[in-house]
């Protein structure tokens, strides 16, 4: 799993050092204005409080940093997504996942999780991002020539290659 996802984020970084700073914080319109480097924090922060929260076993994606500097500076955003590839190889373990899925309360849930699972869900929520990113390039530079797995599932490349 930590294979795959650095694998994903090494394609996200090749990406983001091939584009133009000024494409990395422009809004987009079809993203309501959002802009790709909102995207890729949005990626690093979730990616970010699995690896902090390894050590005491406790993971909650609401505390994310949503931090600004990593949505307008392209070479942080790489520097950050270097750093977390360095430290994904970890044991799996048990974790404890805190959620609040209300938005007229403050109480937590406690889901019992593991490191890996959470290894796929960060996978799968790079993979998705990643797809939106893409359209989000391509309605900006139509030209512009994405690696053929950029944003795409491994299920739905296999069997792309099967077939």
Request: glycine residues 6%; aromatic residues 10%.
């Amino acid at each position: 799993m930590q294979h795959s996802l650095g694998y994903q984020m090494g394609l996200l970084r090749e990406f983001l050092s091939d584009i133009p700073l000024v494409d990395y914080s422009k809004p987009i319109p079809i993203f309501s204005g959002a802009t790709i480097g909102q995207h890729t924090r949005h990626m690093i922060d979730g990616l970010q409080i699995l690896v902090e929260g390894y050590p005491s076993g406790e993971i909650s994606y609401e505390n994310r940093k949503r931090d600004v500097q990593t949505e307008t500076d392209v070479n942080k955003a790489i520097s950050l997504i270097d750093k977390l590839l360095e430290a994904l190889p970890q044991e799996n373990k048990a974790v404890l996942l805190y959620a609040n899925y209300q938005t007229n309360s403050e109480d937590a849930i406690c889901i019992n999780s593991s490191y890996d699972r959470e290894l796929v869900h960060q996978l799968e929520h790079f993979i998705h991002h990643m797809a939106i990113i893409k359209i989000g390039y391509l309605y900006l530079h139509p030209q512009y020539i994405f690696h053929e797995e950029f944003g795409i599932a491994p299920s739905t490349l296999r069997y792309k290659y099967a077939g």
